[in-house]
Every structure is written in structure tokens, then in C-alpha cells.
């Protein structure tokens, strides 16, 4: 009996899907408890990976999912970055080292003061985010550079603040001279306000900045200096607050799978295997159209766990020569690299090449590769 597969079949989980800046993401609750390391193994292999939170919109669907205020913990995939401490700014803007203000935070911020006010007389200063303050949003035209910066008398955390500016404007204040600087000191008066100056000390597993934070009272605390990965906390009415905890604790957790038109299957089949596994589980082993859908597939294939590439629906008729898509598809876009010429007699299958910016290849279809199915 494979004992992997019986606890898959006894495994209660949840599903949530919710479309999220046009992409659409489906949660699954996983009773097994794991450690946060196991439980980032597990939703990659299974799903995508640990879940990642952006807003509190997706907060509030996701403490509705059926199962998890019923547990005590519940493992997300926020993890302590501690490696990484240079200020950033949070529309993305490249910071100036050489503004004396940002040295000047540099040398006087303490590790829980990740976030930055400016003060009265221009004197900038890191605080912890989760303090309350006034805070300065800008509204920014892309097309003509110019700027609107907009004050709020509301106190509110950076993470709260940010939210508001990014909601209401475009985002929080970004400085860059002395003249930007000033113009912002003329309309802040006495206030010590929030700018959009921080370190991140968290980062999801997926890579992505932790922009949204919804930390309980006194988070993150980091007790006995091991509390490095984050949950979801339901006990003694924390209403699904984010708690650090030891990485090592065992809890249920929640994993994402992106809903998109295509998907990567992380494992490893020749291509004949890959074509019978995306007909029985989904449609097809994916054709490529257009630029459009060669980056989405792109990107995916990014986040393969094979070497060299991943299969796509693409043969050749072994006798007449030409390449055709299994799923008919006629479009004449192509995207053939300089060494796809193979072997006519034995390199028939086409992939993605990883190492040749995710041109077309041929291979021999014995090969084992993941793949992509839509």
C-alpha cells in the first residue's frame, strides 16, 4: 500500500478561490500538521507553495475558509528575512544612498524600527511599523512624472497606511531631492508623518515582498530569539491575527494553487506520460499562441524543479517533417531558438529551454521533464 497516498485520501482539506488582481487563486486548508519547512515542501509538491496575503480583502476570505478558525495555529508563508536589511521604498523606487537623511536612519535604526517617519525640521527616523501616525500619500501621472501628495490627519500603522494610499492615491510618499522634501515638509506642519521608507524583515516563500502585514498586539515579537516563520493565531479571541512562532512548531497550513489558463506540473515524464497525464487531469499539454501566453508559460517554467526545460504540446510528424500543436492549434507564432535543430530521427517533442531564455528546443520525447498543461 502507498502510505503517502492512503494519508492523501484521509487528508481533510478546504477550498476558497478568489480572483486576485485578474489572476485566480484557490486556497487549500491542510489538516496534517508539519513543520513551517515540511509544510512549504508539501504545498509545493502538491499545490504552488505556502500561502501568500496582499491585502485584507484576501485576509477576510481566507479566515472564512471552512476548517481554519477551528484550529489553534495555522502555518502561512511568511518567513524572517533577517538577511536582508537596506531600506526600500514601497512603490519600488530605487533608493538614494547618497541623501544624508537615509545614512543618517541607517546608523541610528534599532532592528524592530523597519518603517520611517519624517519628523519636524526634515529629521527622518525609524520607527516600529506597527505605531500609529499621521501619513503622507502621493498620487503620481505616470505619463508626465508629476506629483499630488495628499496628508492624512487619521493615525494609522505603516502597513494600515500604505493600504489606505495605495487604495485612495497611488502610494505612500517616495523622496527623492531636497526639493521633493521640502515641498512635503510645507504641507505636514508639526505632524510626524509616514513615508514609504522600510526594511523588509519578512518575505513571503513565493519571493514576493511582505507589502501587507496583519500582525496581533505586540507582533512580531520574536521570543526567545527563534520565532522566525508566521501563523495564523485563532486562540484567546486573536481572530486569525499573524503571530511569529519557532519555524519548528508542528500546525495545519494553507497552500495556493494560481488558477491560471496553464499549469506546471512538477514532475518529472517523458513527453508521451506528460500528454496522458494533462488529458486525464486537465485539457492538453499546452500550445503556445501568442507572446502573450510564451511569457505566462515563461514564467512558469521559471519555477520548474527539472533542469533544462519543460515539455510543451508541441511533435513532429516523424515521416512528412513538420511540427504541429496536439491540441490543433493553427497560429503561426513561433519562438525557436538558435540551437533547436535536432536530430530528425529521434529529437521529435518540443520544450521550453531554460537555459536558452525559454526558446523552443527539440528533445527526444523519452526525456523526462516537468511540464505545462492548460
Request: net charge negative.
Given at each position: 500500500v502507498d502510505m503517502e497516498a492512503f494519508f492523501q485520501l484521509l487528508l481533510f482539506f478546504a477550498v476558497a478561490s478568489v480572483i486576485s488582481q485578474h489572476v485566480i487563486l484557490q486556497?487549500?486548508?491542510v489538516e496534517l500538521e508539519k513543520t513551517w519547512g515540511e509544510a512549504q515542501n508539501y504545498c509545493r509538491a502538491h499545490y504552488q507553495d505556502l500561502i501568500?496575503?496582499?491585502?485584507?480583502?484576501?485576509?477576510?476570505?481566507?479566515?472564512s475558509i471552512s476548517g481554519v478558525s477551528n484550529e489553534e495555529a495555522v502555518w502561512i508563508g511568511l518567513r524572517r528575512n533577517a538577511g536582508v536589511r537596506q531600506w526600500l521604498w514601497s512603490n519600488g523606487d530605487?533608493?538614494?544612498?547618497?541623501m544624508s537623511d537615509i545614512n543618517q536612519i541607517n546608523h541610528e535604526s534599532k532592528n524592530k524600527k523597519n518603517c520611517v517617519v519624517i519628523k519636524t525640521k526634515n529629521k527622518?527616523?525609524?520607527e516600529d511599523c506597527s505605531?500609529?501616525?499621521?501619513?503622507?500619500?502621493m498620487?503620481?501621472?505616470?505619463?508626465s512624472g508629476q506629483r499630488e501628495y495628499h496628508i492624512s490627519s487619521e493615525e494609522r500603522s505603516w502597513f494600515e497606511a500604505l493600504e489606505i494610499c495605495r487604495r485612495d492615491y497611488t502610494d505612500l510618499t517616495s523622496i527623492h531631492s531636497p526639493e521633493q522634501l521640502q515641498e512635503i515638509q510645507s504641507k505636514i506642519g508639526n505632524n510626524d508623518v509616514w513615508i514609504g521608507l522600510y526594511r523588509d524583515e519578512w518575505l513571503w516563500s513565493n519571493g514576493k515582498p511582505a507589502l501587507f502585514q496583519d500582525w496581533g498586539q505586540g507582533e512580531p515579537n520574536n521570543g526567545g530569539n527563534n520565532e522566525n516563520c508566521a501563523g495564523l493565531w485563532f486562540d484567546n479571541n486573536r481572530d486569525g491575527k499573524w503571530i511569529n512562532f519557532p519555524c519548528s512548531c508542528s500546525f495545519p497550513f494553507l497552500c495556493y494553487q494560481d488558477q491560471s489558463k496553464y499549469i506546471l506540473v512538477k514532475e518529472n515524464k517523458t513527453w508521451i506520460e506528460a500528454l496522458n497525464y494533462c488529458r486525464t487531469n486537465h485539457t492538453d499539454l499546452a500550445s503556445i499562441p501568442n507572446a502573450t501566453a510564451q511569457t505566462e508559460i515563461a514564467e512558469l517554467a521559471k519555477t520548474s524543479s527539472g533542469g533544462g526545460g519543460v515539455w510543451i504540446g508541441l511533435r513532429r510528424d516523424r515521416l512528412l517533417g513538420f511540427w504541429f500543436w496536439m491540441d490543433d492549434d493553427e497560429s503561426e507564432f513561433s519562438n525557436w531558438g538558435d540551437g533547436s535543430k535536432g536530430d530528425l530521427f529521434s529529437d521529435h517533442c518540443g520544450m521550453i529551454d531554460k537555459e536558452e531564455n525559454f526558446t523552443w528546443r527539440f528533445e527526444c520525447c523519452s526525456t523526462k521533464l516537468n511540464f505545462i498543461c492548460y
Amino acid at each position: 500500500v502507498d502510505m503517502e497516498a492512503f494519508f492523501q485520501l484521509l487528508l481533510f482539506f478546504a477550498v476558497a478561490s478568489v480572483i486576485s488582481q485578474h489572476v485566480i487563486l484557490q486556497y487549500h486548508f491542510v489538516e496534517l500538521e508539519k513543520t513551517w519547512g515540511e509544510a512549504q515542501n508539501y504545498c509545493r509538491a502538491h499545490y504552488q507553495d505556502l500561502i501568500s496575503i496582499h491585502s485584507a480583502q484576501q485576509m477576510e476570505t481566507i479566515r472564512s475558509i471552512s476548517g481554519v478558525s477551528n484550529e489553534e495555529a495555522v502555518w502561512i508563508g511568511l518567513r524572517r528575512n533577517a538577511g536582508v536589511r537596506q531600506w526600500l521604498w514601497s512603490n519600488g523606487d530605487p533608493v538614494n544612498t547618497s541623501m544624508s537623511d537615509i545614512n543618517q536612519i541607517n546608523h541610528e535604526s534599532k532592528n524592530k524600527k523597519n518603517c520611517v517617519v519624517i519628523k519636524t525640521k526634515n529629521k527622518w527616523q525609524g520607527e516600529d511599523c506597527s505605531k500609529v501616525n499621521c501619513f503622507i500619500c502621493m498620487k503620481e501621472n505616470k505619463t508626465s512624472g508629476q506629483r499630488e501628495y495628499h496628508i492624512s490627519s487619521e493615525e494609522r500603522s505603516w502597513f494600515e497606511a500604505l493600504e489606505i494610499c495605495r487604495r485612495d492615491y497611488t502610494d505612500l510618499t517616495s523622496i527623492h531631492s531636497p526639493e521633493q522634501l521640502q515641498e512635503i515638509q510645507s504641507k505636514i506642519g508639526n505632524n510626524d508623518v509616514w513615508i514609504g521608507l522600510y526594511r523588509d524583515e519578512w518575505l513571503w516563500s513565493n519571493g514576493k515582498p511582505a507589502l501587507f502585514q496583519d500582525w496581533g498586539q505586540g507582533e512580531p515579537n520574536n521570543g526567545g530569539n527563534n520565532e522566525n516563520c508566521a501563523g495564523l493565531w485563532f486562540d484567546n479571541n486573536r481572530d486569525g491575527k499573524w503571530i511569529n512562532f519557532p519555524c519548528s512548531c508542528s500546525f495545519p497550513f494553507l497552500c495556493y494553487q494560481d488558477q491560471s489558463k496553464y499549469i506546471l506540473v512538477k514532475e518529472n515524464k517523458t513527453w508521451i506520460e506528460a500528454l496522458n497525464y494533462c488529458r486525464t487531469n486537465h485539457t492538453d499539454l499546452a500550445s503556445i499562441p501568442n507572446a502573450t501566453a510564451q511569457t505566462e508559460i515563461a514564467e512558469l517554467a521559471k519555477t520548474s524543479s527539472g533542469g533544462g526545460g519543460v515539455w510543451i504540446g508541441l511533435r513532429r510528424d516523424r515521416l512528412l517533417g513538420f511540427w504541429f500543436w496536439m491540441d490543433d492549434d493553427e497560429s503561426e507564432f513561433s519562438n525557436w531558438g538558435d540551437g533547436s535543430k535536432g536530430d530528425l530521427f529521434s529529437d521529435h517533442c518540443g520544450m521550453i529551454d531554460k537555459e536558452e531564455n525559454f526558446t523552443w528546443r527539440f528533445e527526444c520525447c523519452s526525456t523526462k521533464l516537468n511540464f505545462i498543461c492548460y
